[in-house]
């Protein structure tokens, strides 16, 4: 019988892991005591630092600068090799020469979230006070404060005004909380597969991956770094639950159905008979080869507080009110995790706050993931809408 513990790899590279959580293999701002983060729980973060990769060049008036907003279990790493996986970048289907967020055209941003762990300050990084990881002792964060630490970054790059920013699903969450905290920075926002609060249901998945992570006894209440631990099971099945909202039940009938792998007949014992068993476990051992544990306790509870319209009397349409911003917000129809209904709303509050506004819903079986996939009908909305607010700017062909 196979035993949970074979889903992930005993094989972890965790001193990798450790690595890039302080020192990145990618560009880094540091802010220090002086430019503390204010943190939504009440407590500024100091020092600091944002992990982030560019592509693409900056034109002479820094009117072609597009941030990418990552999601859950994204990075930096949008376009170039990932330094611990070794894969190509998580979005090389959209960004590039040639395509939509095209780099021969624009200026491409994206940082790793604060709280995250590829070198943006989090739980998996150094605490200065105590030259061990962050683990629990580091505040809790919320998707206003990544912005905010973006906002910082941003300035240090010297743009004041972004011609786009662009996300799905959690970077979606922030892509709209830029909108409603910084307006006028934000000449268009491309939200992709995403709400403007989370929902019941998606809160109850989370927890169900939290609480798989801390019930790993290598979990050690978040301390398995002092311990030379790491709780990859409960990581790796938070990861498995995870993967199933982001898939439609269409896909994995197409993908999977009820074949077997590599046998004919059930072996009669819980070792991975279907393709599909097989499958989720590969996903499980692959991922805690690149993330951090307590990274992603903060950032699934970051996307459970947001809730954009709670500061503005719960009414969506005020934390939009007399924004500039073109909009193009984006769903897919088998989006379970983040229904068209939501865009739909969405769509509804940019309208009542008469803003410009144009919806796609796009027709694919596959779920929430699909803007990660080759969809080429979202390829060529994200390409018209990025080119014309382009024109808007003056931007000239070619960037």
Known sequence: MTELKSIASPAIQMEDRAHEADHPSSLVAKFGTEQPLKLDCGVDLAPFQIAYQTYGELNADRSNAILICHALTGDQHVFNTHPITGKPGWWDTMVGPGLPLDTSQYFIICSNVIGGCMGSTGPASTNPATGKPWGLDFPIITIPDMVRAQA????????????????????????????????????????????????????????????????????????????????????AVARMAGHITYLSDAALHRKFGRRMQ???????????????????????????????????????????????????????????????????VVSFTSDWLFPTSESRALVHALNASSARVSFAEIETDRGHDAFLLDVPEFFDIARGFLQSAGRARGLKSGG
Request: some cysteine.
């Open 262 to 328: 590599d046998r004919d007949l059930p072996t009669f014992s819980f070792d991975a008979d279907f393709q599909v068993e097989s499958y989720l476990r590969y996903q499980g051992s692959s991922f805690v080869e690149r993330f951090d544990a307590n990274s992603y306790l903060y950032l699934t509870r970051a996307m459970d507080y947001f809730d954009i319209a709670a500061d503005h009397g719960d009414v969506l349409a005020k934390a939009f009110k007399g924004i500039k911003t073109r909009f193009c």
């Open 152 to 235: 910082m970054l941003i300035d240090r790059l010297g743009i004041t005004t972004l011609l786009s920013v662009v996300g799905g699903s959690m970077g979606g969450m922030q892509v709209l909380q830029w909108t409603a905290a910084y307006p006028d920075r934000v000449f268009s926002a491309l939200p992709i597969a995403c709400a403007t609060r989370h929902s019941a249901q998606n809160i109850a998945f989370h927890e169900l991956g939290r609480q798989a992570i801390m019930a790993d006894p290598d979990w050690h209440g978040g301390r398995y770094v002092d311990h030379g631990s790491h709780p990859h099971r409960g990581l």
